[in-house]
Each structure stands twice: as C-alpha cells, then as structure tokens.
C-alpha cells in the first residue's frame, strides 16, 4: 500500500482487495484480520462514494467481530460507528439512527458514559433525529454531548462549538428563534477565540445564523452574517470557488430585499 500515490484510494482499494483472497485462504473467513481488512475495504468505498459496496463490506466485518469478541468490545462500536456513517450519507436515516445507537450502548461498557467519542456520536445522532423531526429526543441526546465535552474540553474547543450548533440547529427545527440565535452565537464567539475570525468553519456557522434570523424576520442580521461569511469564503477559497460565488449572489440578494422593505 506504501508504493501507491498519496490520496490513490482506489490504488489502495485494489490492493486490500488482492490481499483478501490470500488472507481468507489462509486465516479463513471468521478472522479479526480479516474483519479488519474487510472493514479498511468498506471505509475506502465509502471515501469514494460507492456506499453500497462500503455497507455489504461493513456488514461483513461486523458479523465476524460480533462472532469472535465480547459484546462492548472497540472493535464492535467501531463497526457501529461506520455503519451509521455509510447510512447517513446513503441516506437511510433509519438504520443510521440504529447503527448510532448500537455504537454508543456498546462504547458505554468498554469507555463509561463521559467519553469523547460517545460525545461524538451523541452529536451525529441528535443531528440525524432533528432531520427526522424527533426534536424532544435530539434535544435530550445533545445535550448529552454538550455536558461532556464542556466537562473533557471546557467551552472553547471546536468540538463544544460544534455541540452548540447543532443544539442551535434543533431550536430553529422547533422555531425557538431567539434561542437558536444564542446558541448559534456562543458557537462562533468560540469558534473566534479558538480560530480567530477568518476560518471555514465560521463561515458555515455564520450562514446557519443568517438562515435563523432570515426566519426571524431580522433582515439587517442577515446581510450582517451573510457578508461576513461571504469575506471568510472570498480570503480563505478566492472569488473563483462555488461557495464564494454562491455567498456573494445569496448576500446582494438579500440585501436587495432588505431595501426593498425600508
């Protein structure tokens, strides 16, 4: 794998698939050397869009871990965890919602219930039940994520900023505006602290906030949010990229609309 060019992930993919067949003539199908390969062969699919593939892989993998280790074993919620991956972006939000579910009952018993990575997936999965209208229970589940990593982090770190946000995003599924707004906010004063004023994940947050108040009705907040993500976007990707010229079109249009209603 060390002779393929960097970032070849199907260079990479077509070599883990030449070692398989030797690795099952040798080890046999129910392996953990195999369900590793097996699993490293979904992720590339995965990586590479082909999500079908990555999820007959992942099955694979985990049915054999399942088969040889103890239930709450890392391996397991690993497989959990990409799982719930492949799904989401397959968009079967059901059985990603499972997946995720499955991987934080079992990192509980091997990690304890403050753990980052269950923080982590606490995140993923009140973000999947918001999309799916389940907001009391996306509420509860990142709330969850945000007291522990406020308790493993403090509260300024991207990850506590990106908790904020999705609780921000739940509030505006609820239309609780002036508490999306707040929460929205914590998570770009935190993101400043930690990034300073220039950087990409400021931008998204900045346009969430202008989306939130475009449906309070706030027309001057919007264009604030709007331009400044639209700055962020033109000093970090340059005037030529999508998500700038985007900005800049999505910006003037809703400044004309604020004159508009002067």
């Known amino acids: 794998i060390a002779s393929c060019l960097v970032g070849s992930e199907m260079c990479i993919r077509d070599r883990y698939n030449i070692a398989l067949p030797r690795q099952l003539e040798i080890l046999g199908e129910c392996n953990l050397d195999v369900a590793t390969t097996r699993n490293n062969i979904g992720l590339i699919y995965f990586h590479l869009g082909n999500y079908e593939m990555a999820l007959e892989q992942l099955n694979i993998s985990l049915d054999i871990r399942v088969e040889i280790l103890e239930e709450g074993h890392p391996e397991i919620s690993n497989s959990y965890h ?37 923080a982590s997936t606490r995140n993923n999965l009140a ?22 990593d406020i308790s493993s982090f403090g509260e300024n770190h991207p990850v506590v900023a ?26 770009i004063d935190s993101n400043v602290i930690t990034y300073g004023s220039s950087h990409i994940a400021l931008a998204h947050k900045h346009n969430n906030i202008a989306n939130v108040y475009n449906k309070a009705k706030r027309s001057d ?30 910006t003037h249009l809703r400044a004309h609309e604020t004159r508009g209603n002067l």
Request: charged content about 25%; proline content about 2%.
């Open 82 to 118: 990409n799982l719930g991956d492949v799904c989401e972006k397959f968009e079967d939000d059901i059985s990603a919602i499972m997946f995720y579910e499955k991987a934080i009952e079992s990192d509980i018993k091997s990690l304890g219930e403050a753990h980052p990575d269950i």
């Open 162 to 187: 990106r908790d904020w946000a999705t609780l921000a995003g739940i509030y505006c599924s609820l239309e609780k505006f002036d508490v999306s707004i707040t929460y929205y906010q914590k998570a």
């Open 221 to 250: 907040k919007v264009v604030e949010h709007l331009s400044d993500s639209y700055q962020i976007f033109l000093d970090i990707l340059g005037e030529n990229h999508p998500d700038t010229i985007f900005a800049v079109s999505y």
């Open 127 to 148: 973000s999947l039940l918001d999309t799916n209208s389940q907001h009391d229970l996306a509420l509860q589940v990142i709330q969850l994520a945000l007291a522990s």
